[in-house]
């Protein structure tokens, strides 16, 4: 064990446990991610640090992930378990926690007044995004919303309901399960997805783009509560054309298996993927049954008014290249919080009682997990919403999460202590309190602690100075700064011009090419620049233009930067965006971008192959410092993108990559990246109706033009440039080994919501040497 550093005021010191070396790494990507693990047993590594590894599509932390990464902060792992979504190493060199809440800010604030937010864009590395706040967002973070008095979870983990007499506590009003389905029963058509839900979690629908070459079942009766049930599952292994059926499986009601059929891809596998699906090579040999084959079986068993039940069924259906219009998806059935779902196995436990994917099994059965759903969605229409919710499956979940991370046995009242804790309750088992800074009009539930120091104040400048003085003394400190809103209708429109300003700097305009032009490879030419959204001929000019809209930042200034003033055809060509009122500025915004600190070390690359991923892995030892590999799908069919980013440890890794990456070896096409992770996903949402012709007209509402020529101290956009460098003072003021979170909680009214955004980082903190695969 380490020896405890003497200090004062700091968080507990805990000790850390040695672990051993690995004995065998398989492959170079096992071997990238020992870099990190050896690091931590380095004798020299003592600072506290951070490294983000967000595994969620959007990028998006909700406030129980955000609450656990301050329970570890204050407590260490000898206590509780690690964050699930990021990594916190040294635990034990923090020496303070310091939480800054921009109250009336969220996501849409920041990349809309993104060059004002200076300080914040630029010292903070790791940023995502925040779910809209609930009615008391100071509540949420800390774990005093979640507080409940439950009884033995060891005997509702074995699959029993637990009886009336049962000493749970649950506002069943609150269950997401109950908002969705109300508290009575429900028949069969109320559980089916609507076409609208289908759509949203991306089923393979009719007339949909990359469902062309889809097979429609055919199923196109009338549907009713006795229609018949089917479970549905399918196992897939990876080709050179991504992943491909394998098995599939297809249960009847009553348990009754009808269909188990192996299955042989059209193209050359490369990993069997037999961990999950236990196919092996010398299992799928022999098969000769194709696709089609399967196809045809599944049409010709189901009848008119089949329901297909399944886990994640959007999976099995793409897999099968088929569209089937009634499904039941158990993974949004039994609805979870923040839009986040319930494994197969944990629902087989939990509500069935049966062990189901055990580890010593090679691989799935997909047999059972398609039995397995069907009596999932048998239990629901049987005992209703409410029955189902009085399990209270988000704390059995949470209690099997605890019981996963934590190495050592506990027993069963600390592990619901534990579970139930929140972070002010933590502070206060080790006999510290903690500060409480806000305006006075603000009220939350933090000021009622017993242990908490707050202190009110008249204004955010009184925050401020109050901030100064009393955050030394405190190990954990909430600074609330609060600002005005704007109104829903401007809000609105602001979120309308923020998008369609990312779509015009993502668009260029190029030419004048000649009228005889090769239309194929001037496409092809650009396309190569990365992922193209639309492509058309501009004829209102004497001589034809093309206008690209692409997916990306990176792709439009990589056009422009490669293009610009080169000759084709002999003649000299012009390639830039389209100069409007929302761009005039976009080339100071590009340059600040660059230098995010989020975005430094990381590189865009175009034109990349299935296959890079191997490729990368394989020369792992000439990309030194590579902590990540993202690899976009594409949402609706699932297939890898030809383009990708590579995140380094420093700048200067990065920049030695990208001039290899795009050598004569490689020849791949590539820059320094502009956009941050957590920002993709937003912008891919860009709705049809907030778009615009280019170059049209945008006049700003009379009431921000009102309060821009007033320099109104609590608009948005003068809080942005006045208080980020106040806050960037106030920081820099702060000891080192500080965990420091600034926080723009999102809005949320009765006309919208609006997403937030966190940045956290540690003052002085190290660089991480995290490894982190995403695809």
């Known amino acids: 064990m380490e020896p405890e550093r003497a200090r004062t005021g700091g968080l507990p010191k805990k000790g850390r446990k040695r672990r051993r070396a690995p004995n065998k790494l398989v492959g170079a990507a096992e071997a990238m991610r020992a870099r990190w693990e050896l690091e931590e047993r380095r004798p020299g590594a003592k600072k506290a ?52 809440v921009l109250q009336g800010m969220s996501q849409l604030h920041f990349y809309r007044f993104y060059l004002e937010f200076g300080f914040l864009r630029k010292a903070f590395r790791h940023k995502f995004r925040l779910p809209p706040p609930s009615s008391d967002f100071l509540a949420d973070i800390t774990g005093l919303q979640k507080k409940q008095t439950t009884g033995a979870p060891s005997k509702m983990m074995e699959g029993s309901l637990p009886s009336a007499s049962s000493n749970v506590s649950v506002n069943l009003q609150n269950d997401p399960i109950i908002q969705k389905y109300g508290s009575k029963k429900v028949g069969l058509t109320r559980c089916l997805l609507t076409k609208e839900e289908m759509k949203t979690f991306h089923f393979p629908l009719q007339g949909f783009p990359d469902c062309e070459n889809f097979v429609p079942t055919k199923c196109n ?80 068993l189901l009848p008119p008014d089949a329901v297909l039940v399944g886990h994640s069924l959007d999976f099995d259906l793409k897999a099968l290249k088929m569209i089937h219009p009634y499904v039941i998806d158990t993974s949004l059935l039994y609805v979870r919080e923040q839009g986040r779902r319930f494994k197969l196995k944990f629902l087989a436990k939990a509500i069935l009682g049966k062990d189901i994917q055990c580890p010593d099994r090679l691989g799935h059965d997909a047999t059972e997990d398609a039995r397995t759903t069907l ?29 996963t991370a934590v190495q050592e046995p506990r027993n069963t009242t600390e592990v619901v202590q534990q579970l139930n804790t929140s972070v002010l309750e933590c502070l206060d088992s080790m006999g510290q309190k903690f500060l409480f800074l806000t305006r006075e009009a603000d009220a939350s539930e933090l000021s009622s602690s017993r242990n908490c120091q707050t202190i009110k104040c008249l204004s955010n400048k009184e925050v401020l100075e109050q901030a100064r003085m009393e955050i030394p003394l405190f190990p954990f400190s909430i600074v609330q700064f609060s600002f005005e809103t704007f109104s829903p209708s401007l809000t609105e429109e602001m979120n309308k011009r923020m998008r369609i300003k990312w779509t015009e700097m993502s668009t260029v305009y190029a030419g004048p090419f000649s009228k005889n032009c090769n239309l194929r490879a001037l496409k092809r030419l650009f396309k190569s ?60 915004l590009v340059n600040e971008l660059e230098q995010d600190s989020e975005n430094q070390g990381t590189i865009y690359l175009s034109g990349v192959s299935e296959a890079f991923k191997e490729q990368l892995l394989q020369q792992s030892n000439v990309f030194f410092g590579l902590e990540a590999v993202i690899l976009p799908k594409d949402l609706k069919s699932g297939k890898q993108k030809k383009y990708s980013f590579l995140k380094f440890k420093t700048f200067g890794s990065a920049h030695r990559a990208l001039n290899i990456l795009t050598g004569k070896d490689w020849k791949l096409k590539g820059r320094h990246a502009l956009t941050p992770r957590h920002l993709h996903t937003w912008l891919r949402g860009l709705p049809p109706e907030s778009r615009r012709p280019l170059g049209l007209r945008v006049i700003p509402p009379p009431l921000e033009q009102q309060a821009l020529q007033t320099l109104k101290v609590d608009h948005p956009k003068i809080a942005a440039w006045r208080w980020g460098r106040k806050i960037g003072n106030l920081y820099h003021s702060l000891c080192p080994g500080t965990l420091c979170l600034i926080l723009l909680p999102g809005t949320k009214s009765t006309h919208g919501s609006h997403s937030g955004l966190g940045l956290m980082g540690i003052k002085d903190e190290e660089e991480s040497t995290t490894l982190n695969m995403c695809s």
């Open 529 to 588: 620049f990365g992922p193209v959204q639309s492509m058309t001929l501009v004829l209102e000019t004497h001589q034809p233009h093309l206008c690209i809209q692409y997916e990306v930042l990176e792709a439009a200034q990589l056009a422009i930067e490669s293009l610009d003033g080169i000759l084709v055809d002999g003649i000299c060509i012009k390639v830039q965006r389209p100069v409007t009122e929302l761009t005039l500025d976009c080339n100071t």
């Open 49 to 100: 640090r951070l490294s983000t590894i967000l595994f969620a599509e959007n990028y998006e932390v909700t406030h129980g992930q955000l609450c656990e990464l301050l329970k570890y902060a204050v407590l260490g792992k000898s206590s509780v378990p690690k964050p699930s979504w990021c990594q916190l190493f040294h635990q034990n060199q923090l020496n303070n926690v310091v939480i800054f």
């Open 375 to 403: 009596e999932l969605a048998r239990y629901f229409l049987k005992y209703g919403p409410k029955k189902i919710a009085e399990l209270n499956l988000e704390a059995l979940a949470s209690h099997q999460e605890l019981q």
């Open 221 to 300: 009766g009338s549907i009713t509560d006795s229609s018949p049930l089917f479970g549905l599952d399918c196992e897939m292994c990876l080709t050179s054309k991504g992943r491909e059926l394998t098995r599939i499986s297809l249960v009847a009601e009553g348990g009754c298996c009808v269909m188990d059929e192996l299955v042989k891809p059209d193209n050359k596998i490369l990993d069997y993927l037999t961990s999950f699906s236990g196919i092996t090579k010398k299992i799928l040999n022999p098969v000769t049954t194709k696709l089609k084959d399967v196809q045809r079986q599944l049409k010709a």
